[in-house]
């Protein structure tokens, strides 16, 4: 009975998690060509998968690039296989973006989000990024920008 209740548990983690496939491109970017989130339920990553560069890794990667696949989710643990990530970019339908979908990137220097579908930017989404640079929002659905509390 332990061995069925393990598998059925392995199985069940297994369909609700995503894996990336990249190329690996000019600074260093994680070009994502195979991945999809189209659930909250499957937005956890359980691998960045693809032919590294020179020696390099996933350490390494600054940048992740999801232009290409359907994500209407923000990726989660992403930083557990790309802890270096500095630019984010996805377009293609993503429908929000949340402070916990960003709290794993405090280093984050770039965020593209063009082109998607989100309406709402909530209070203090960007809290935990105080090096954040440059946010691009244009082409979203936007109709309300909630406040950020300034202490």
Known sequence: MMTFVSILFVAILSVDAVEFYCNFK?????????GT?????DAYVNGVNG??????????VTGFDARKVNLKYFPRNLNSYLPSVTEIFIEQGLLEI???DLQQYPKLLWLYLSNNEIKTIEENTFMYNSDLKLIFLGGNKINYIRPSKCV
């Open 26 to 34: 000019e600074h260093y970017r994680c070009e994502v060509y195979s």
């Open 51 to 60: 032919r590294h560069q020179n020696s390099r890794s996933n350490r390494d």
């Open 37 to 41: 989130i189209s659930s909250r339920n």
């Open 98 to 100: 949340t402070k916990e």
